[in-house]
């Protein structure tokens, strides 16, 4: 067992990313079923800024604690094991798991309230002590800095082309996935998308990112600025068929666009709300009307349990699929790293660099 040791810790009010503070506090030595982890790399998702400038509302069952350290999703090495743990030894590499009661099935509020960097302390921190399940082995051919984006970013993606097939029983191959934006969880459904021989169809607002989306198997882009009717380019590239999975990760501006190009059957994997979460009156559509017209299948995603995330580094694994990462930055720089993501600027993930 390890001695009592200090962490270095960045911290939230959930009054915005200027104003996180570093910190220092005293590590909890790990219980009889737990790991005590040493942190080597944090990756950053759209929602561990939204919590900390204090605009994650709509899950009700996520209620933060006090000084909440952020961020779910990280890599790290294991630096003691308490008595009774038998999966794990000091040395191993592992990543969190950002739900960490959520181990198999469907999402429940109980999950969400067990949630790491949300609900609970999160892993923007030095040390961490993990229950022994709640972890997953870090796959080998990974870097840190690659590995640590595959919890939210790579298992929402698994979960939106896979989560309706049982589990063991991936699919994809033949049908269009339209992938909205070239953030984190697009960027892995790209990569995801392609390994599973489907045909991908990518939309940003740059066309840089979208050449970079080219150059990673994108089959079709669409410049959603310059082509503000996008869903009418959905329907010509698909020959009026339209795309059998979406990741609607736009929301408010995007969700109606995505009801007009979604094939007959289709799935729209609400995903997101990167254009607002309120619908404007003029955008409002009647959901009834535009689902059966097209015999759709609109699913409220969040995130997947443990056993699809192993499924979905396994397939990673077998496929080398690495998590595109824009730019790291060092552990002192969290407010510059959070800040660059919120702007909007990157293509795929950010990450921060907390064991340098
Ligand atoms: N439900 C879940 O389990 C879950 C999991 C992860 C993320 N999310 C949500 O999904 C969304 C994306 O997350 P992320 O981590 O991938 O975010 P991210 O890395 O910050 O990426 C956001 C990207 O969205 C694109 N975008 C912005 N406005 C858009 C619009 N009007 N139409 C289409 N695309 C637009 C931009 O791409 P371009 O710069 O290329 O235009 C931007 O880079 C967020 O709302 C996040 O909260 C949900």
Not at 162 to 169: D, H, K, S, V, Y
Not at 243 to 251: L, R, V, Y
């Given at each position: 067992m390890a001695s009592e040791r200090k962490t270095r810790q960045w911290e939230t009010d959930l009054d915005g990313i200027q104003k996180l503070r570093f910190a220092e506090s005293i590590v909890r030595l790990p219980a009889s079923d737990e790991i005590l982890v040493k942190v080597a790399a944090v990756s950053l998702n759209y929602k561990d800024a939204e919590i900390i400038n204090g605009?994650?509302?709509?899950?009700?069952?996520m209620v933060a604690v006090p000084n909440l350290v952020p961020c779910s999703d990280s890599c790290g090495q294991v630096v003691a094991v308490g008595d009774?743990?038998?999966?794990w030894k000091v040395g191993d590499r592992i990543l969190s798991v950002s739900?960490?009661?959520?181990?198999?099935g469907p999402q429940h509020p109980k999950y969400l309230r067990t949630s790491?960097?949300?609900?609970n302390h999160g892993c923007l921190t030095e040390y961490r002590t993990f229950k022994e399940t709640a972890v997953v082995a870090c796959p080998s051919y990974l870097t840190n800095e690659e590995a640590c984006n595959m919890q939210v970013a790579g298992t929402t993606a698994w979960m939106a082309i896979?989560?309706?097939?049982?589990?063991?029983?991936p699919g994809g191959k033949g049908e269009t996935i339209l992938l909205q934006g070239t953030g984190g969880v697009s960027i892995m459904g790209l990569l995801i998308g392609k390994a599973s021989g489907a045909e991908t169809i990518l939309t940003s607002s740059s066309d840089e990112k979208l050449q970079r989306g080219k150059d990673l198997g994108a089959d079709h882009l669409i410049n959603y600025r310059k082509t503000p009717n996008w869903d009418e380019e959905v329907l010509r590239l698909t020959s009026g068929k339209g795309?059998?999975?979406?990741?609607?990760?736009?929301?408010a501006l995007t969700t109606p666009k995505s009801f007009n190009c979604v094939a007959f059957g289709g799935l729209i994997n609400a995903i997101g709300y990167v254009s607002g979460k309120i619908d404007p009156p003029d955008e409002r559509l009647n959901i009834n009307v535009s689902a059966l017209s097209r015999n759709m299948t609109i699913k409220g995603l969040i995130n997947g349990p443990r056993d699809r995330f192993q499924e979905m580094l396994d397939f990673c694994a077998k496929h080398e699929i690495r998590p595109v990462v824009d730019k790291t930055f060092p552990f002192e720089q969290a407010r510059e790293a959070l800040q660059y993501m919120w702007d909007g600027a990157h293509f795929g993930k950010v990450v921060i660099n907390v064991a340098q």
């Open positions: 605009l994650f509302k709509h899950h009700k069952s009774a743990v038998t999966k739900y960490p009661t959520y181990l198999t790491i960097g949300s609900a896979n989560g309706m097939r049982p589990l063991g029983q795309a059998d999975i979406i990741f609607e990760n736009g929301g």
